[in-house]
């Protein structure tokens, strides 16, 4: 089934119950192919056109959730949303880039998709079309951490996230140079007008990680009037502050005295982490 | 070799396509391969043909309780089951031991190994019926550290030694005034092939059986198969389809003898197609090995003597990992004079995925670690890397640790002088804007200038080339000449060193007739062994040559006869032969007179002796060596590293076909790279984790650096034909070792390990 507007494949949704949504197939398909995925039928999202796209809507932007990594790469994209267009660049090969979709990472809700840690630094909200015309707001948050569910017969429609005007940052540490998944990744966004840094850690756990408390301390320390420089030393320790949160030291077994040590590779972990967050904080603030 | 000499090879003949030796002749069936129409053994289709799958276990080691086939025999579509029971032949196969079962009795030895087959008229069908065979397990406790293989209970009924060597040579009292010690892992590199593995059986009318896949050794895979099948070998025949990328032995064979079973028994065609999971599971991978070196040299930096203790993990069957330890064990000390070497290699069974031949197995892994201890001993002593390997590099007339002498050429000092004397490559500040500098981590990555070190590495390695040990090593080979064509007939079997194009450049050379071609190979021609380490180059392109002469001999005898000259005085190009006067000449064509000129002729280089007890003799017809030096960039902080460029001198022997050669080094280095930093196969508790493509990374473009020959030494090998050496493999056993070396050099850590892992390479400032 290969329905032309959002109305039409809920309905389609609703008419084959046992049918899956596909968008670029980037995920499922490759599934199906494995033969470890045999749905009933397929509705096919890709000749939606009005999810393709982007509108502006009170100092936020609405994205379509079918608009392609590829899409969100270009600079027009860029300058809007930096973080997510950078996340977007470095969402594997070109193939896949043109293929996979803004909605299809959310929903395939990998640990290693790349937008998701910029979508929850930003607090994106997802607008879902429902049967029968329903719609409803859900934050990503919600999804990703399994709070809220999508419904039977729900599609997500839309992606709405606010529009900062400021630097943001994505980066992302990987096993290889060529393309390849998240070993880590940290997504920084600055909020001049509400004078916060917004801060996500991506890949290291089942679902993006936002260390608040790191982040408000972090923002009581930039002149935001001035030149929002901070000294390398501050940097560095909002780095070690978000890595010890998103990688705490395990409790202590006994209840009490020194807690037990991190295996190595979970301490590169930690401290790749750091790197990145400081990295990415320093860029963002340059 | 350079890119002007190579230029010119490609266009020395005005007007006309490359031919003949040392000429960069393309291969035959490139446009084929760029255009999707080179049928592979995944793209076979027979009239009415079933469809194979493959029922394996989910355990590393387990008791086999009961098989229940019943649920899945029932299944509509489904036209049979085999499980050990079915096996008419042998129970057991393997490439030099019979001990692997063709599907397991009683016990399971490895995540992956076949149970049961099924062959129903649907892929899925089948892949549904092989989920459904209902097998109950007594799942027990794996052994997967190869150091505890020694104290465990037997995995087997032959022991869990699968070989021990002992080597010992010279006075192993001495002591040298340096000494430096050192434990290196090495993991486990999968070939993971471009094209999973295939194959299609077909029943024949006398009860035998023909398998079409693309088998390396297509008449060691028919007499593996026809034990199998208790039938005589003539019965059953093995035709060879495209090989889609082989870096060791393909597992298509082991895949032909169930299938073959399945023909036979529902008595029409049957195909498999595996997928990459099973891929990963099935086929043998490079020996994960763990070695412990001690280096004592005197204060000149001299080598004194070489201690070191190898234990190659085999896997739960024996298949070729003898000669891996053979190889890891003769070149334990490396392309160096060593006085004295107390060296124990062992290889051992464990219940971890299969080992066996995979592009310079055994000489790869003590590379790593030999190379790894002469920077140690240089930094020791406070030499420069390079430095202290010229002070001991091996030249002909040297002995290995082995007793044998060195009689081919060794240029190790010319190899080692090229990459040093070599330009280093600019500094990305030198180059241009920070912008175009790709960092470690990617263009679009996390990389920070300010944390990137970049560093050298040098490493020099060797490898044996044929089999060692003894091994028979004959080929045959037909050459036909009718009319302005040849046809070349040998059962080597093309899978990527470009033989066939050799083949076809060896006949023009000889014959001067430009049309030549390779016939496909089955089993009905006479035998021409196994590829990998040069040896079609060695024996089927000396098998050839010797037919080709022959053919003109008959061509030329009855014009010499007639003119009163001898055979010598006539020469024969572009298809015309004339004497060396100028009085004769004539057409090949015309000299032919209608008649078909045949020839078959066999190569059989010099025997080789096993290792004794003490791990002496002379094991080897020939050595090939290279040097290579690494520039790489580090990023310290993330531990992200770049392999910039390669530098690398290689002893050829001669070039044969410079654009094949230069593929072949490429192919060898970008191997080199993956197994320096990315490839391994993860195992938890003998339990194979993630096997696809995405979390086992292969090097990419971005990951490939630049690869420059800066020298290809021909020194001919007299006693090879045409002098030339294997070219594919030394590559990849001294890359690795190279770009381990130049991380050591930019992060000051020991990198012990390969793959490289990031937390090996971040190094605190």
Known sequence: MLPSTLEEAVAALAAVPAAVPVAGGTDLMADVNAGQLRPAALVGLGRISEIRGWEYQDGHAVLGAGLTHARMGRPDFAALIPALAAAARTAGPPQIRNAGTLGGNVVSAAPTGDTLPVLAALDATLSIAGPAGARRELPVSHLLAGVDMLRPGEVVGYVRLPLLHAPQTFLKATGRTGPSRALASVAVVLDPVRRGVRCAVGAVAPMPLRPLEAERWIASLIDWDGDRGLAPEALSAFGEYVAMACIPDPAPEDGEGTPSALPPAALHLRRTVATLARRGLGKALA | MTETSEGAALTGIPGGEPHGLGASVPAADVYAKAAGTYPYAADLWAEGLLWASVHRAPHPRARILSIDTEQAAAMPGVRAVLTHEDVPGEAAHGRRVADQPVFARDTVRYHGEPIAAVAADHPDTARLAAAAIAVEYEVLEPVTDPEASFESEPLHPDGNLIRHIPLRYGDHEVVGDVVVEGLYRIGRQDPAPVGAEAALAVPRPDGGVEIYTGSTDPHRDRDLAAACFGLPPEQVKIVVTGVPGALGDRDDASLGVPLGLLAMRTGGPVKIA???????????????????????????????????????????????????????????????????????????????????????????????????????????????????????????????????????????????????????????????????????????????????????????????????????????????????????????????????????????????????????????????????????????????????????????????????????????????????????????????????????????????????????????????????????????????????????????????????????????????????????????????????????????????????????????DVVAPFGAKAASTVPVVVSPAAVAAAVRSATGRPVNRLPIRPQAAVSPE
């Open chain 2, 274 to 716: 595996v997928t990459r999971e099973e891929s990963f599971l099935g086929h043998p991978h490079r020996h994960p090995t763990l070695l412990r070196y001690r280096h004592h040299a005197d204060s000149e930096g001299s080598l004194l003597k070489v201690e070191a203790q190898i234990l190659l993990d085999g896997g739960a069957y024996a298949d070729t990992s003898a000669e891996a330890l053979a190889a890891a064990v003769s070149f334990a000390a490396g392309p160096y004079v060593v006085p004295h070497a107390v060296i124990d290699g062992w290889v051992v069974r464990t219940n971890n995925p299969p080992s066996g031949h995979m592009r310079g197995e055994g000489a790869m892994q003590v590379c790593a670690a030999y190379e790894g201890q002469m920077d140690k001993l240089a930094d020791r002593l406070g030499l420069d890397p390079a430095e202290l390997r010229m002070r001991n590099v091996l030249a002909t007339g040297d002995l290995l640790p082995t007793g044998q002498t060195v009689t081919c050429p060794a240029p190790v000092a010319e190899l080692l002088g090229a990459v040093r004397e070599a330009p280093l490559p600019a500094l990305p500040k030198e180059e241009g804007p920070a912008s175009a500098w790709l960092l470690p981590g990617g263009p679009d990555g996390a990389g920070d200038p300010s944390a990137v070190r970049r560093g050298v590495g040098y490493a020099l390695g060797m490898v044996h080339m044929l089999g060692a040990e003894g091994t028979d090593e004959v080929s045959t080979a037909t050459v036909k000449v009718t009319g302005q064509v040849a046809t070349v007939l040998c059962a080597a079997v093309e899978s990527g060193p470009g033989f066939a194009t050799l083949a076809r450049q060896i006949v023009q050379e000889t014959l001067g007739v430009e049309e030549v071609h390779v016939a496909s190979i089955d089993t009905d021609q006479p035998p021409a062994g196994a590829g990998g380490r040069g040896r079609h180059t060695w024996v089927s392109g000396g098998a050839v040559e010797r037919a080709a002469k022959m053919v003109r001999t008959q061509l030329l005898q009855p014009l010499a006869a007639k003119f009163g000259m001898s055979t010598e005085l006539l020469s024969i190009a572009d298809g015309k032969i004339t004497s060396y006067d100028g009085v004769l000449s004539t057409t090949v064509t015309e000299a032919l007179d209608g008649k078909e000129l045949w020839a078959t002729a066999q190569c059989r280089p010099h025997p080789t002796e096993p290792l004794d007890e003490t791990g002496q003799g002379d094991a080897f017809v020939g050595l090939a060596f290279a040097a290579v030096r690494a520039v790489v960039d580090v990023d310290i902080e993330l531990g992200s590293v770049r392999v910039v460029e390669v530098a690398l001198a290689q002893d050829v022997g001669r070039v044969l076909n410079p654009a094949q050669l230069r593929t072949r080094i490429e192919a060898g280095v970008t191997q080199g790279v993956g197994t320096a930093l990315t490839e391994h196969l993860r195992v938890a508790k003998g339990v194979v984790r993630h096997p696809d493509l995405t979390a086992y990374a292969l090097p990419t473009a971005l990951d490939t650096p630049d690869i420059r020959i800066v020298k290809l030494v021909e020194e001919r």
